[in-house]
């Protein structure tokens, strides 16, 4: 698929700065038609017996200020040295910048990400203090302000955060409360969590022109024995799997593609560079819930490929006429996959009970 097959206009206005609860939601059913619906709506829809996996990472603070040069730490490589993102082009091996609290950075390797050295040892406290949290870009760029403000802090993540690891929030998330999981539980739905921690690519464009060509940053993933015991029941009574936003696509679909290590007694860990689009073949997830993302990003594709690039596009222009707000403090979308897909649950529980078998 080509980069620009995923490009779509939209007016500036339509970047949500700040959440808006409850959100408005576009239902997408398996014809492709979309209808604006309420969360309590959404809740009411999904099944007794139907299961709804959510991501339970928690979104590290990572962001570090030297006057006006922001410093995102994503990887501690021994006591003193990282890697780190940050606008190196007018610094040279070498070069050092003054951090919070008396702490002195180092340049030592240059590249994407870039290698640095501190002159001390800083543990969590220390980022609890000075860091804020990776919020994206766009948003601060629409906000006009790079710093987070204070209600970030509970905004950007989910109500069950609990695994930290992650550099960015499964927005799709955040459109819920424990309310509504209780609300869920109480009508007979199963919820299971899953952990994926977004990565480094989540702040990197895709420079390739196909997405054939790139490279998908390694991103961790954990799912229990017990967690893999509850959708695997399910696919193979016929029930669907409702999955809460890309990362838990992306974490179900991983096992299912016999990326992580592990078995269905163990459960499964490990890193996975899955990329998702057009032509993939689920063989978990039945219907997807997400927000809206940007265009040109891996998780568009991802959303074409559980849909169609056409259905995408049109439904896009669909919720950009009716000023859905977009991306990651932006409205919710769920997703049907084709109706030849919805309609075959026996294919799916026989790859499910075939990959249990096989490990």
Excluded at 154 to 179: C, D, I, N, R, V
Excluded at 184 to 202: D, F, W
Excluded at 229 to 256: F, P, V
Excluded at 312 to 326: D, N, P, S
Aim: glycine share 6%; aromatic share 10%.
């Amino acid at each position: 698929m080509k980069i620009s097959d995923l490009d779509f206009q939209f007016p500036e206005e339509l970047i949500a700065t700040t959440p808006a609860r409850p959100s408005r939601v576009m239902w997408v059913n398996t014809s492709g038609h979309p209808e604006e619906i309420t969360i309590a709506d959404l809740i009411s829809r999904i099944p007794a017996g139907d299961v709804l996996v959510l991501n339970n990472t928690r979104v590290l603070k990572r962001r570090v200020f030297s006057d006006d040069i922001e410093i995102l730490f994503l990887k501690q490589l021994n006591a003193t040295d990282w890697e780190v993102l940050f606008p190196s082009k007018k610094f040279k091996v070498g070069a050092t910048l003054a951090l919070p609290l008396g702490v002195t950075m180092t340049l030592f390797e240059k590249g994407r990400p870039q290698k640095v050295r501190l002159d001390k040892e800083v543990s969590e406290d220390y980022f609890q203090q000075v860091a804020e949290l990776p919020l994206p870009p766009y948003i601060q760029k629409a906000r006009d302000q790079r710093h987070t403000v204070d209600a970030d802090e509970s905004w950007y993540q989910t109500a069950w955060a609990k695994e930290p690891g992650s550099f960015a929030a499964p927005t799709a998330s955040l459109h819920f409360t424990q309310s509504d999981l209780t609300n869920l539980k109480s009508r007979g739905v199963n919820i299971v969590e899953v952990t994926l921690h977004v990565g480094l690519g989540t702040f990197l464009p895709v420079t390739a022109d196909d997405l054939d060509d790139h490279d998908m940053h390694e991103e961790y993933v954990e799912i229990t024995a017990e967690a893999w015991k509850q959708i695997s029941d399910a696919k193979k009574q016929g029930r669907k799997i409702w999955a809460l936003g890309t990362t838990s696509t992306r974490s179900l679909e991983s096992a299912g593609q016999g990326i992580l290590k592990g078995s269905p007694q163990e459960g499964y860990q490990g890193f996975t560079k899955l990329l998702i689009q057009p032509g993939y073949e689920f063989k978990i997830v039945d219907r997807l819930l997400t927000n809206f993302h940007q265009p040109q990003s891996t998780l568009l594709a991802l959303v074409a490929g559980f849909s169609s690039l056409e259905r995408l596009k049109a439904c896009y222009l669909w919720a950009v006429e009716r000023k859905f707000r977009l991306f990651s403090y932006g409205d919710l979308s769920v997703w049907a996959a084709d109706a030849s897909r919805v309609e075959a649950p026996r294919a799916q529980a026989e790859a499910v009970s075939g990959l249990d078998k096989k490990v």
